[in-house]
């Protein structure tokens, strides 16, 4: 398998405090791998690197070997990226139709034609009956869902979920991992995911990265990474490996 | 209109309903007969009106649609009025041709605010200070350019009011009536035409989170000077009627302060970001207006800037109890919008 996305040498720096260094690592072509790791291990300023949010003081982002790092957001979607929000950031106002509209405008210039893309991500994440609400009136979960709809609509090659299952009940969590990767195995969507719901990450991830305090500490299939004692110490516990 | 489907109707932004339609077949047939049967004050009263909504329209476009708030666009409504009377003053150049040059213009301040503003990350409040800034740095400019009058003014000579010289805006108040009457619907009509296309789902879009828009793909820079550029040369034709009108420009009255905030009330009544806001607004305040100066007229009071304390007031009811402004609500209640398609600017954050 190609590598779609690779992530070399990565750093940031904020204010003297490292919260990414030195981070490499890959996202095979087709494959579904989670970026797991304590809160504030830079797992969130990662995904910003790779979505143009925020620029790197070191290290590329590739994307089919296309190098992104320096491109502002709107351009790493336009190359394939499409990403969600940790603190999800539904246009309050618009319809949760028109939410997702606005996604498929990117490849779909064409009001009618977007619209028809954007009903059919609806069908898929089960947002039809909401079509016509405000998406201010959405409960969280809804507004997650919203999250994944809006990036998809987006027609991206790599998907960026950021805790989209945090806040889910365990039948959503579950609706949530099958979507996902019946989306994976259907389309060749490429995803990859920040995630504390171990759950999830179990059931969809080809691989797991582990970050803490900014670096990458372990990566390896998911079987191996929870078994690992430097994970159980620093992001487990000791408890949860059972 | 029965062409197209409801559907179709409320994804262009209007969201009228069948019983909406007709009560704006009826106002505008109203508004058509009018010059018939008015006087030449009630006429002058109505073009005055319409061409606030009309600017309102425009300003609508930046602050409604896109979310970028302008408190200077008497800068384009100037730019506007200076460049067609220069044209027609200096070189005989009728109005029709000098349009272009003052959306030209307008446009091109408007890209100098725009390319600095947004190049430097300049937002909401900051943003509106240089639009400010930028009409009342025009303002001084404008008082010092003896060409243009300076700040004696500049003058179009008055002809005559009796024929209608509709190539070189010169006739009766029926006609300027009929003309802004024309704009009014044609800016109704480009809004309604934005809004239900990418362009106007991307304003949308960055009015309610930049971030976010930026995220899909949108060129946030480029959507946002589009809607500047836009609402610029908007406001400049309506510049350009004023001139020929009034036939008197002074820059102190033109680019000042007090008329940007005027060209607002109409839509902050009406309702921010909605299409029929602006002119709804318009058509709330102005009578208002009118009945109170009539009334104190009759009861022989005379207090001066009565009118203005008034508009004050309802400003403060407004954006106390109704944020939202006086249509969308109203529009809902009569059953003349489907509930939740015209677009609507919130004040919440």
Redesign the interface.
Known sequence: MTNLLEVRGLTKSFRGLKAVADVSFAVPDGAIVALIGPNGAGKTTTFNLIAGAVAPNAGEVLLAGRRLSGLRPDRVCAAGIGRTFQIVRPFGDLSVEDNVLVGALHRRPHVESARAKARAVLELLGLKPLAGQRARSLTLPDRKRLEVAKALATEPRLLLLDEVMAGLRLTETDHMVSLLRDLNRRTRLTILLIEHVMRAVMKLSDRVVVLDHGEKIVEGSPQEVVVDPRVIECYLGAESVA | MSALSSDALS?AGAGLTARGWRVFGVWLAALLLVPTVADSYFLSVLTTLLWFAYLGQAWNVMMGFAGQLSLGHSLYVGLGAYSAAALFVHFGIGPWAGVWLGMLVAALAGAAIGVLGFRFRVRGVYFALLTIAFAELTRIGFSHISWLGGAGGLFLPVSQRVNNDLAGLRGTPAMFYYVILVLTLAALLLCRWLL???IG??W??IR??Q??????????FRYKLAAVLISAAMTAVGGVFYAFFYNNLFPEQIFSLSRSIEIILDVLIGGI?TLFGPVFGGFVLTPLGELLTWSLDRAGINIPGAKQFVYGGVLVAIVIFLPDGIWPPLARRLGLTRA?SD????S?P
């Open positions: 994804q239900g296309r990418r789902y991307y949308q879009a309610e989170d971030e976010a828009a930026q995220a899909l793909g949108i060129d946030v970001g939740s677009p609507v600017r919130s919440e």
